[in-house]
């Protein structure tokens, strides 16, 4: 993980409000760096990168590494963030995932993903970017991450952003198993979250 000296160089360069602060890094990413040699050799799409943080650990395996942010204030951290990333294949995208699959669909974007890292994300899709999500990205991944929380979220009195019940890790597997995936759960450090991992048959 990025020591808290080059943290601190890096974000002090970062604009505007700041969700991907050291604590939560901390927090999150030794539970991706258990896992993140499933992405080996692998072109790895991240939905929703914010400033980039992951990408830094994703990055030093994968192939290729496209991020998918909505937000243009982290959007803009993230290539700022790119900057201390040693892979030349990394690309960060200021879209919606809607438009980034309209893109790959249109050949607007030539390259397609072969495996996918979310974090916390998919109960922020809406129920036409769920859709486009399974019918066009995942028959083509290999594996997918995907962090959940440990405790089911309450959403009662909070805006939805689709149908799916994504706050709930059962509804993130059944989610992967209905699109052909295998999945295992593994615990994040001190239990605060989990991490599903999907998978395909050679």
């Known amino acids: 993980m990025i020591s808290k000296e080059k943290y601190k160089e890096m974000s002090s360069r970062w604009k505007g409000k700041i969700y991907q602060n050291y604590g939560r890094a901390e927090l999150r990413h030794p539970g991706l760096i258990n896992v993140v040699d499933v992405f080996k050799g692998k072109h790895v799409l991240e939905v929703g990168p914010n400033a980039g943080m992951a990408a830094i650990e994703i990055a030093k395996v994968a192939k290729e590494y496209t991020g998918v942010e909505r937000e243009e204030t ?27 699959i309209k893109r790959l669909l249109d050949g607007r974007i030539k390259s397609a993903p072969n495996a996918c890292y979310l974090s916390y994300v998919l109960y922020h899709f809406s129920d036409d970017e769920v859709e486009m999500f399974k019918e066009h990205i995942l028959p ?63």
């Not at 951290?77 to 990333?85: A, C, D, N, W």
Request: with cysteine; hydrophobic share 30%.
């Open 140 to 202: 083509n991944l290999d594996v997918i991450v995907a962090q959940t929380r440990a405790r089911d979220r309450s959403r009662k009195g909070k805006k939805e952003h689709n149908s799916y019940s994504f706050w709930k890790q059962k509804s993130v597997k059944e989610y992967l198993q209905g699109a052909g995936f295998k999945t295992a759960t593994i615990w994040g450090p001190k239990k605060t979250y989990h991490i599903v991992v999907g998978t395909k048959d050679a």
């Open 74 to 100: 982290f959007w803009r951290q993230s290539l700022i963030t790119k900057e201390y990333i040693d892979n030349p294949n990394v690309t960060f995208y200021n879209c919606t995932v809607k438009s980034y």
